[in-house]
């Protein structure tokens, strides 16, 4: 499959000590995975070597994210000798590289340039040793509750947690959308929005969060696979892992490469990024990547062995009330709670916690947008976490 870029004006050549911040390689679960982090937004970045073989980013492409950092797997050697670095600007506004969003780039990377990490020490470093100072409990019903979790880092600051703990079978999980509906993309409503839309429709919504990554600066689309009512509605054949309930009730973590014999057997799923946790250890925490080892506001959902499972939301951003999570952070916290398996949902201003308060819909967290971390918004998204009881 080719891929055309529309560039603008002639290829712009960019100093690389001033646009490449860092190169990092670390050895991830059996592969040489490499981390270009960028001074500024770009995409579609490519690393050429001086015999002209290629490589392309397989990471952020279409994610809404992080557009600074970009993901490599390269063969043993390749980042010996100097590299072209071609990339598309995707600035907005002012750049102090390039004259106009959409221009062609190009720089160098040299060998001298590249640091080699741990992937043991990073994970160490991405810990936060969150512990907790005291919690708040309460039943929304038989076999659901919820906690709300008032903690500190090791570093003394506030960290507040939000978990609905969903005993099996107490609950189905049902996929919210705009108004209800099942457009693959453009349809937007904010968690609450949804929530009420599906409770018009006849489902007895107890509590709800935000789900998959969307792109909020394009289309509005889902990054990856949405199963609603046992209706695949967006991304069908995607390869991105997800959390969702089959046809006979069951949770389950997974992606269609692990486990085909999941494909057309969802009665829902909603996509995430990073399995974290497998088998009760510390699994993908995306070393080396910024998003993984800034502490961000963030939404899981994990699960144990019986098919109980813990829905849980993160506050962050706002420094004296709660500074958010890594995802090594995300891995402690779900095992704290005997999950088992855990998966990484979209966070940051995104992430929303809901519960069924008194017959009203009643948000409990606090989200935070980068522009205004100190004013809670509910924002916009693509696509929503329902508990739903029978």
């Known amino acids: 499959m080719s891929l055309t870029i529309h560039a603008k004006g002639p290829e712009r050549t960019v100093d690389p000590l001033r646009f490449i911040e860092s190169c990092t390689v670390v050895e991830d679960r059996g592969r040489s995975k490499t981390v270009l982090i960028t001074a500024e937004r770009a995409e579609y970045v490519?690393?050429?070597?001086?015999?002209?073989?290629?490589?392309?980013?397989?990471?952020?492409?279409?994610?809404?994210?992080?557009?600074?950092?970009?993901?490599?797997?390269?063969?043993?050697?390749?980042?010996?000798?100097?590299?072209?670095?071609?990339?598309?600007?995707?600035?907005k506004k002012h750049s102090d590289h390039f004259t106009e969003r959409g221009q062609m780039g190009v720089t160098t990377l040299t060998p001298d340039r590249v640091t080699r990490a741990d992937r043991d020490e990073l994970a160490r470093l991405y810990d936060n040793r969150i512990t907790v100072r005291k919690t708040a409990c309460k039943e929304l019903?038989?076999?659901?509750?919820?906690?709300?979790?008032?903690?500190?880092?090791?570093?003394?600051?506030?960290?507040?947690?939000?978990?609905?703990?969903?005993?099996?079978?107490?609950?189905?999980?049902?996929?919210?959308t705009a108004n209800n509906g099942y457009a693959a993309y453009g349809d937007i409503q904010n968690v609450k929005g949804q929530a009420e839309a599906s409770i018009v429709a006849g489902k007895r919504v107890i509590a709800a969060t935000n789900a998959d990554f969307f792109d909020m600066f394009g289309n509005n689309g889902p990054a990856g696979l949405c199963v609603k009512d046992g209706r695949p509605i967006a991304n069908p054949d995607s390869l991105r892992s997800f959390f969702g309930m089959t046809r006979n009730g069951k949770p389950v973590i997974g992606n269609f490469r692990e486990n085909p014999e999941l494909y057309g057997q969802l009665l829902s799923a909603v996509s995430g990024r990073e399995i974290f946790l497998r088998d009760g250890q510390l699994s993908d925490f995306s070393p080396a990547e910024p998003f993984a080892a800034i502490p961000h506001p963030r939404t899981a959902v994990g699960l144990d062995a019986q098919g109980n499972?813990?829905?849980?939301?993160?506050?962050?951003?706002?420094?004296?009330?709660?500074?958010?999570?890594?995802?090594?952070?995300l891995a402690r916290i779900m095992q704290r709670f005997g999950m088992q398996t855990a998966i990484n949902l979209d966070g940051g201003g995104?992430?929303?916690?809901?519960?069924?308060?008194?017959?009203?819909?009643?948000?409990?967290?606090?989200?935070?947008?980068?522009?205004?971390?100190?004013?809670?918004?509910i924002r916009d998204i693509y696509n929503s976490l329902q508990i739903v009881v029978k």
């Open 46 to 91: 490519t690393l050429t070597d001086e015999k002209g073989m290629t490589f392309g980013e397989v990471s952020n492409t279409g994610e809404p994210y992080d557009f600074t950092a970009h993901v490599f797997y390269l063969p043993e050697g390749f980042l010996e000798g100097r590299l072209t670095v071609r990339f598309l600007s995707r600035m």
């Open 141 to 176: 019903c038989d076999g659901i509750s919820y906690e709300i979790l008032d903690c500190h880092s090791i570093s003394g600051a506030p960290v507040k947690l939000f978990a609905l703990h969903v005993s099996a079978g107490a609950a189905e999980f049902h996929i919210g």
């Open 350 to 377: 995104s992430s929303t916690f809901l519960v069924l308060r008194d017959g009203e819909l009643t948000m409990l967290n606090r989200p935070a947008d980068l522009e205004r971390p100190t004013e809670p918004l």
């Open 309 to 329: 499972a813990v829905v849980l939301v993160v506050d962050g951003r706002v420094p004296a009330y709660s500074n958010g999570a890594s995802l090594v952070d």
